[in-house]
Nanobody
Framework: QVQLVESGGGLVQPGGSLRLSCVVS????????VGWFRQAPGKAREGVSCISASGAYTYYADSTVGRFSISRDNDKNTVWLQMNSLKPEDSAVYYCAADMSRGVQSMCGGVTATHRGQGTQVTVSS
């Protein structure tokens, strides 16, 4: 059973930074495309950023380009999302999800992934 556990969320002021972590257990991470998603109350789920199994390909939502950066270390079974220049509209529950044999655009913009974590709250407010 694949499990994903997120950490790193919290309260930050506008313009600040946070680094989210997603630790995967139950299977080797190198088999999976992984994505970060967010959902705010009353809003649709949004694919924030996705990374291919090898790390060679990435995808970013337009609203995060230049501010967010996704990375992974398959030996550590961990995927990170570095978030800089945070804005109040970035506030949401962020969760990571993993799936096999998915392209990054399909992962971020397509059907829900097979495995996902419980999420971590990110609040951007002064």
């Amino acid at each position: 059973q694949v499990q994903l556990v997120e950490s790193g969320g919290g309260l930050v002021q506008p313009g600040g930074s946070l680094r989210l972590s997603c630790v995967v257990s139950g299977n080797t991470l190198r088999l999976y495309t992984v994505g970060w998603f967010r959902q705010a109350p009353g809003k649709a789920r949004e694919g924030v950023s996705c990374i291919s199994a090898s790390g060679a390909y990435t995808y970013y939502a337009d609203s995060t380009v230049g501010r967010f950066s996704i990375s992974r270390d398959n030996d550590k079974n961990t995927v990170w999302l570095q978030m800089n220049s945070l804005k109040p509209e970035d506030s949401a529950v962020y969760y990571c999800a993993a799936d096999m044999s998915r392209g990054v655009q399909s992962m971020c913009g397509g059907v829900t992934a097979t495995h996902r974590g419980q999420g971590t709250q990110v609040t951007v407010s002064s």
